[in-house]
Structures are given as structure tokens and as C-alpha cells.
């Protein structure tokens, strides 16, 4: 039996509760300083009540005053916070990680540094955890799961990822079920890419069915499965080009930590939702302001950041000015408000006569 300390108690975290506690682990659920409401509620009575489902009876759950003591002597140390807290969740590793656990990170995002080159979050723990990051192993979870099905043991196709192969099968069998399927590989960054990029491009997914809404043709015969498609399909070859960028392969953006990740993630939720809003003809700054106030959107904070970083790479020639043309797009409508008119002509290259290499990554 292994001792797994789940920091964040989050919908995923909690959710990946389940494989762990049916394979008969020890689990700990650290709320962070935000999840008092959280954990109060399994205390009392069991049930998440972000997700509306009872967790097992075995799982143990503790406030963040406890912390320290309950990922001593812990073997896995799972990093459950979402992307805006993974500063503070490394200021936290960097006072209670123990030499030789496993360090297994959920959490998903890029982030830039002043000059706008990017990094995967779990290098920016290893980096807030100084000397002892050396000590630990560092992997992480990516792949088409939505927290609420694995909440309820529906079936499940993942990747775990990372430096250290060993740590990876190990981790691997500590979850895996006949409902929770687990892939390993170390190609750590490509897999952190693709499963950071792809909620950029979710974004983009409600663009129709908002445009559809907007002129009362939701119930048409036809619709915007071909508008949508080509968004999806530029996604696609973007995430490819990051993947590339950063130094990873991307060809691992054809399995589940990219194009996978990125379909259900377009099937729904609130970075869908914002882009519905905007297809509906309203300025970001509204949907942001007004409709969607206090409602955090990962999507939204990934395509700042990535479109931000992506002017600094661009004025230094790291990436041509023509180069990854959707995210521009978007950056440009939910920073200064920009107008929905979908650059066509710069995607898939820019020009109308594709290679098999021009239709994937430059």
C-alpha cells in the first residue's frame, strides 16, 4: 500500500481519488488555504460539492493547516491546484518535500518568463524547489479525462509522463483500473505542452454554436460543423508547432496529451462557454466583466500568457510574425477586444497549396 498526499482538492484531484482508493492506497486530500468549504463538506458528509459525488469512505481529508504533516512520510506527493496557484503550491513543495517521493502534477498551464520564453509548470517547481527538486521525481498527468466522469468510473485513457521511467510505472499501477487506463513516457515536455496549448484552442470551439444562437439558427438543418472543424484542425497544427518549439516531439500531439485533450475539452465547459459569448457578437471585456465574472477560465489566462510571450519571441525572431496565427487571433480578442473575423487565409501555412509537412508543423 502506498500513502498518496493530494494537495488541492480540486474536482481532478479529488476525482483521481477513486483509482487510487480501488486499488487500495492510502489517500490524504489537503485542501490549499481556498478549500475550507471543500473539505468541511467531505468531513461531514462525504460528498465534493463542486462535483456533486461521494467520495470513498477511505479517502482522508485535512485542512491546510495540516499539510506539513500529512505529506511527511507520504510516497507520492500529487500537485492538485489549479494553473493561477502554481506559484504558491511551489513555495509550499519547497517547505514539505522529503528527498525520494514522487512528485505527480495535474496541474496544467505554461508560464513565461520576462523575455517570453515558455516553460512547463512542473519545471517551474522544480525551479520554486531549488537543490532538493534533485532528490524527488517529477511526473505528471495528461490526457482526454473529465473529472466528473472519473468521478463516477467512467472510462478513462491517460498518460503519465515524465523524467524518470521507473517512477512512471510505478505511479502507473498505483491508478491504473478497468476504468482508469494508464500510458506512460518520458516525453515529459511535448505531453505538457499539447495538454497545456489545447485549452487555448478550446476556446475558440464555441465560436458557432454563439454565432448560431446569435441569429436564432440553433435548430437550422445545417449548421457549423465545417467552421468548427478548421478551427480545430489549425488547433491542431499549433499545437504541433509549440510542442516543436519548446524542444519536444510532435508527433505526440496526434495521441492523447494533444488532439485527444483537445477534443473534450471542446466538448464543453466554462472556456467554451466565454467563446459562445464572444460568437454571440459580445466584446470579451463583457463576457469577462459581466457574464462570466469570478468564474475562472484556464483557457483564457493560457491564451494571455502564450499570446504575450508569443509578441516577445516574435520581436527577438525566435518565431516568424506568420507563426501560429489562431493563437494571435485570440489573443487579440480577449485582450484589446478584437473583432470576430477569423483570419483564414493565415492558417495551415498561409498559403493554399499544402505539403505534408506544411499541413502539420513548420
Not at 485513457?157 to 517512477?167: A, I, L, M, Q, R
Not at 480578442?333 to 506544411?358: C, E, M, N, Y
Amino acid at each position: 500500500m502506498a500513502i498518496i498526499a493530494v494537495l488541492g482538492a480540486g474536482v481532478m484531484a479529488s476525482a483521481l481519488t477513486n483509482p487510487a482508493r480501488d486499488n487500495g492506497h492510502e489517500v490524504r486530500l489537503i485542501g490549499t488555504h481556498l478549500d475550507d468549504e471543500i473539505i468541511a463538506s467531505v468531513k461531514q458528509t462525504r460528498v465534493h460539492p463542486v462535483l456533486g459525488v461521494e467520495l470513498d469512505a477511505g479517502v482522508k481529508p485535512y485542512y491546510f493547516g495540516e499539510a506539513g504533516d500529512q505529506i511527511a512520510g507520504a510516497d507520492v506527493v500529487m500537485v492538485g491546484v489549479n494553473s493561477f496557484g502554481i506559484d504558491w503550491a511551489g513555495e509550499q513543495l519547497a517547505r514539505f518535500l522529503h528527498p525520494g517521493q514522487k512528485v505527480l502534477v495535474i496541474t496544467k498551464g505554461l508560464q513565461a518568463d520576462a523575455n517570453g520564453d515558455l516553460h512547463i509548470l512542473p519545471h517551474v517547481l522544480q525551479r520554486a524547489v531549488g537543490p532538493l527538486s534533485q532528490q524527488v521525481t517529477w511526473s505528471a498527468i495528461v490526457g482526454p479525462c473529465i473529472a466528473g466522469e472519473l468521478a463516477i468510473r467512467r472510462p478513462s485513457c491517460v498518460v503519465f509522463n515524465g523524467e524518470d521511467p521507473e517512477s512512471l510505472e510505478y505511479l502507473a499501477n498505483l491508478y491504473r483500473t478497468d476504468y482508469y487506463h494508464v500510458w506512460t513516457s518520458t516525453e515529459f515536455i511535448a505531453h505538457e505542452v499539447g495538454a497545456a496549448t489545447k485549452n487555448v484552442f478550446a476556446f475558440a470551439q464555441g465560436f458557432a454554436h454563439g454565432i448560431l444562437s446569435a441569429t436564432n439558427q440553433l435548430d437550422a438543418k445545417y449548421v457549423m460543423y465545417n467552421y468548427s472543424a478548421a478551427l480545430f484542425a489549425e488547433g491542431s497544427r499549433e499545437i504541433h508547432q509549440f510542442i516543436e518549439l519548446l524542444g519536444g516531439d510532435p508527433k505526440v500531439a496526434d495521441g492523447l496529451g494533444g488532439v485527444g485533450d483537445m477534443f473534450v475539452t471542446s466538448m464543453g465547459g466554462r472556456n467554451v462557454k466565454a467563446g459562445g459569448l464572444v460568437g454571440a457578437g459580445i466584446p470579451f471585456s463583457q463576457v469577462r466583466e459581466v457574464h462570466m465574472r469570478g468564474i475562472t477560465l484556464e483557457g483564457v489566462a493560457a491564451i494571455k500568457v502564450i499570446g504575450a510571450a508569443l509578441e516577445k519571441l516574435t520581436e527577438r525572431g525566435v518565431v516568424a510574425a506568420s507563426d501560429f496565427p489562431l493563437v494571435r487571433f485570440l489573443y487579440d480578442l480577449v485582450v484589446r477586444d478584437g473583432k470576430l473575423d477569423i483570419p483564414w487565409d493565415s492558417f495551415f501555412g498561409g498559403h493554399h497549396s499544402l505539403t505534408q509537412a506544411g499541413a502539420s508543423a513548420r
